[in-house]
């Protein structure tokens, strides 16, 4: 293994400061709403955003072997290529989990077939390694192979990069999704098998200006970018608040509290919160949870989700995160999404345990830099 893992040097074409474009498209939530199958998915499944971060909750999921996949809430995807000639993939960029993996067509189940695959025998600088991958969701398994090859993330390339290709994917319900595989930007603790994540092969070769990278996602369709190696002012006003990590797996920070109408509500005495670009919406404790939504108006419906009246948004409060001494506001236009004509879903939803996730809702009013020279997230506000 460490042989591999030596194998794996990185080039560039381009140095320092680089971007890479997201799309914003549709959570497979929406997608399973609008096809009739969500009710079906919950009767079936037991969905739980904590299930993703198996390191934080080890004594609540005991078949999650590798945080990765939070397939329903999932929305913001970019374009990579790997191998000789390329071949292009849509991932997703996820900073809750630190493998990248892309379909192979060896592969027969689907969810495969319905997207993407990698042709190692279409690829001349390809390797096999032999080795063998399992990652567990709460879902299915997706059984595959660890393969070498370029992986060019925009101007970036890493070649001989360790990456996942499935050869089976759970469930008729990965089928929908848009993306076709997921690019973990999380602390090398997190990966399977001991492989170094893409973006710390990078950063060890010295291709970037700075040992970090940030994150700026906008509610349209387009004009969200994941930045290498930078920060861009054009992305944010104010001064950028730092916070220390601290788990080095995750981007965890400390959280002082959460406040609505002046009270403090949640997170009492402070907890522990992951910001995670993988996830669309902030998740805590149920009995927290359930005050945010009482706060805030919302009522559960039969998916679990709850839902507010859309014509009362304007006059509903802002919830204010506590961090590092510093206050976030989240307006309800930034909390709420709608469904349908009637009704429009709170962003905020229950997860196992006593861990905080600051997903995507949080995101796209504070952009986000994940600094690893200093162990620190740093947030501005988002213009």
Not at 45 to 65: E, M, Q, S, W
Not at 239 to 264: R, T
Not at 322 to 331: A, H, T
């Amino acid at each position: 293994m460490q042989s591999l893992v030596l194998l794996c040097v990185v080039l560039a074409l381009s140095e320092g400061f680089t971007k890479l474009p997201l799309e914003r498209g549709k959570k497979l939530r929406e997608i399973l709403r609008e096809k009739g199958l969500l009710r079906h998915f919950f009767q079936r499944h037991r969905y739980d955003i904590g299930t993703k971060f198996p390191h934080a909750f080890p004594n609540l999921i005991d078949v999650v072997a590798e945080p990765l996949l939070n397939t329903l809430d999932m929305e913001y995807y970019g374009t990579i290529s790997i191998g000789t000639p390329p071949q292009n993939f849509t991932v997703v960029f996820d900073t809750g989990s630190s493998n990248l993996w892309v379909p192979s067509v060896s592969c027969a189940s689907p969810a495969c077939q319905s997207h993407q695959m990698f042709n190692p025998s279409q690829s001349s600088t390809y390797r096999s390694t032999g080795q063998n991958l399992s990652i567990h969701y709460g879902t299915g398994d997706m059984e595959g192979i660890v393969g070498c090859d370029i992986v060019t993330v925009a101007s970036l390339m890493d070649t001989n990069q360790l990456f996942g290709l499935s050869i089976t994917e759970p469930g008729q319900f990965f089928v929908h999704v848009k993306f076709d595989g997921i690019l973990g930007l999380g602390y090398p603790s997190l990966a399977a098998d001991g492989i170094t994540p893409v973006f710390d092969n990078l950063v060890n070769e010295s291709l970037l200006e700075q040992n970090l990278f940030s994150v700026y996602l906008s509610c349209e369709t387009m004009g969200s970018v994941v930045i290498f190696g930078g920060i861009d002012e054009a992305y944010f006003t104010g001064s950028i608040n730092w916070i220390p990590v601290s788990y080095q797996g995750y981007w965890q920070i400390s959280m002082d509290g959460i406040i609505v109408d002046g009270q403090e509500i949640a997170c009492s005495g402070g907890c522990q919160a992951i910001v995670d670009t993988g996830t669309s919406l902030v998740a805590g404790p149920p009995s927290d949870i359930s005050d945010i939504q009482s706060a805030i108006g919302a009522r559960q419906n039969t998916y679990g989700e709850y839902n507010v009246n859309c014509s009362y948004i304007s006059a509903m409060p802002d919830v204010v995160f506590v961090i590092n001494g510093v206050q976030y506001p989240v307006s309800a236009s930034a909390y709420t999404e709608q469904n349908n004509e009637e009704a429009c879903i709170s962003g905020f939803q229950n997860t196992s345990a006593d861990l905080w996730i600051l997903g995507d809702v949080f995101i796209r009013v504070y952009y986000s830099i994940f600094d690893r020279a200093n162990n620190r997230v740093g947030l501005a506000k988002a213009v």
